[in-house]
């Protein structure tokens, strides 16, 4: 966990006094007691028997609540590789292409998840890149990350409705948006996540509703699932839907044995399903040809195979070391990724670790051990077994891979979330002596939650990890100075040899010369002379990320940069 986190989340402290609130109660005076908290509950209970109010109601619960806290917890800006190639994918879409032309100057634009040939485009799946693009339509990407987030929550709640009593499956909705809606990277930062969540909630919803009864919504969101699913985390999403599928099949299988069922389920699931799914399919494979000019080669396969070079999955042993241009892409792929996996046990171990470390601030908070017994009751539960299945293959399918983001995860989350809930239902039938134990307990671990996320908006925490919220500062802030000044300008990036490889500042919108404000590397040489003479029109600066606590930037004749430092005498703060 990130050190900036609040350090009573490594102590049982506050969980114990939380349970003891809710404890002392239920111990001592056990029907009055349930009486008051009972009529609470139900209050939301009445709430929740209406299905679409409570799927409704948890969208805008999301909606209201991130926006209340903007005083706290602001716009995030993006630090991460990640996010800067997600938001060029937005540009691009948010202008009507799906790629765009290789500009003739690409190697000082050159940068991280980004492929220049032979177009200029994000390499990632396209969902995420939908979302912003949205957002960015709206006025800013992260309206479309805050809308992803809210319709995450109340897919869960519709999800869960197909498996679990409506008062339960608005408990999970509930949970979600407090969890990963408020003080997380999935709402703090446009790495995604909500995209994948929401396609496998509508897969599981789907699934329960068919499994009652055939209907033509039901295939649709089926499908719809299915295509949001494989154009957001394609990788996780083939282990979440083998046993879901599976049971699926089964299904099918036993309808095809009556001539009348078969029929049936062949024009109203089927058909409808193949049908869509095919035009799904036939447009991703016209997206990758227009990306990479095959159709059967995604971009996500094409940019890590010119470029990565260490394991992506435990098996596989790093590629050797080779020459990069770019000294910044040799730091990066030849040092960090190689060393990230060696096939050591110790190393091993430590992903691993890394996986447990950055899993547990995400989807736990630290009352969720008092539920640990619980859930392995739930192993009962025949009607959900599927759902608990397609977490555990999701999981499985996690632990192979060497990188430890838990948006991995994400098409399992509302699987995670249903046995939280489940749990909690075993939890609440927990009686000593007919004192409701349990029920105190599960309120205990609800008012844990609320007061583990009210830490971190309190003291400003977007994110545990530290990998959401506010991250290139420095560059935000030159971006906006620079773009409130006349003119159009050109940034030429100088690293110190010191410079943090995961802290890239060389990032580009969809039309390069369009933009206002260009950044780009410096080269010193050939390359800056044809940047040059490519921007006669343009403002040159040279900016210095690690020039002290305070990042400088310089602004420099319509000579070569070559030679510029930042004790110039033109030194200027922006």
């Known amino acids: 966990m990130d050190s900036s986190a609040p350090i009573w989340l490594h102590e049982p402290a506050a969980t114990l006094l939380l349970t003891l609130t809710f404890l002392l109660p239920a111990v001592l005076l056990p029907k009055p007691s349930e009486r008051l908290f009972g009529s609470m509950e139900n209050l939301f209970s009445r709430l929740a028997v209406q299905k679409l109010l409570a799927i409704v109601s948890v969208f805008l619960l999301v909606l209201l609540l991130r926006l209340a806290l903007l005083g706290q917890l602001p716009v995030p800006y993006p630090g991460i590789h990640d996010e800067f190639s997600y938001l060029l994918m937005a540009d691009t879409f948010a202008h009507g292409h799906l790629a765009n032309p290789p500009h003739p100057l690409w190697r000082s634009f050159e940068t991280f998840h980004v492929i220049f040939f032979p177009v200029y485009a994000s390499k990632y799946p396209p969902a995420q890149g939908v979302a912003l693009a949205l957002g960015q339509l709206l006025g800013h990407p992260w309206i479309g990350v805050l809308a992803s987030a809210a319709a995450m929550a109340a897919s869960f709640v519709w999800a869960l409705q197909a498996w679990m009593p409506g008062r339960w499956a608005f408990l999970g909705g509930v949970l979600a948006a407090v969890k990963l809606c408020v003080a997380c990277y999935w709402i703090n930062s446009y790495w995604g996540g909500a995209m994948a969540a929401i396609g496998g909630a509508l897969f599981l919803g ?54 009348d069922r078969r029929r049936t389920a062949l024009r109203s699931v089927v058909f409808p399903a193949a049908g869509i799914l095919l035009v799904t399919f036939s447009a991703m494979a016209y997206y990758d040809w227009r990306l990479t000019g095959n159709p059967l080669d995604p971009p996500y396969a094409y940019g890590p195979r010119l470029l990565q070079r260490g394991a992506t999955f435990l098996w596989q042993k790093p590629l050797p070391p080779r020459h990069y241009d770019n000294a910044q892409f040799d730091t990066f792929y030849n040092k960090f990724e190689i060393g990230n996996y060696d096939r050591s046990w110790t190393t091993l171990q430590s992903v691993f670790q890394s996986k447990r470390e950055y899993c547990l601030p995400t989807f736990f908070w630290p009352a969720c051990w008092i539920l640990l017994p619980f859930a392995l009751f739930v192993y009962r539960d025949t009607r959900l077994r599927v759902v608990f299945l397609a977490l555990l293959a999701t999981v499985f399918g996690y632990c192979l891979v060497v990188w430890p983001g838990p948006h991995y995860l994400a098409p399992a989350a509302a699987a995670w979330f249903a046995l939280l809930v489940q749990s909690i239902r075993h939890l609440r039938t927990l009686r000593i002596r007919r004192r409701p134990i349990g029920a105190a307990l599960s309120r205990a671990v609800l008012f844990a939650l609320l007061f583990d996320v009210s830490q971190f908006v309190l003291q400003r925490i977007g994110d545990p990890l530290g990998w959401g919220s506010w991250g290139l500062g420095d560059r935000q802030e030159l971006q906006l100075k620079l773009e409130s000044m006349p003119g159009k300008h050109v940034v030429l990036v100088r690293y110190d040899e010191s410079h943090s490889v995961h802290e890239e500042w060389v990032y580009n919108l969809a039309n390069i010369d369009a933009s206002k404000v260009i950044w780009a590397r410096d080269l010193p040489g050939e390359a800056n002379d044809q940047l040059l003479k490519y921007y006669p029109d343009r403002t040159i600066w040279m900016a210095f990320p690690d020039s002290g606590e305070d990042p400088s930037i310089v602004r420099l004749p319509t000579s070569s940069p070559q030679n510029a430092a930042p004790a110039d005498g033109t030194r200027s703060p922006y």
């Not at 209907?215 to 499908?223: G, K, N, Q, T």
């Open 206 to 259: 789907a699934l329960g509703r068919l499994r009652r009864g055939s209907a033509l919504s039901h295939v649709v969101f089926l499908a719809l699932g299915v295509a949001i699913l494989i154009n957001s985390r394609p990788y996780e999403s083939v282990f979440f839907c083998v046993p879901i599928a599976v049971s699926l099949f089964v299904w099918v299988r036993r309808a095809w044995k009556d001539g």
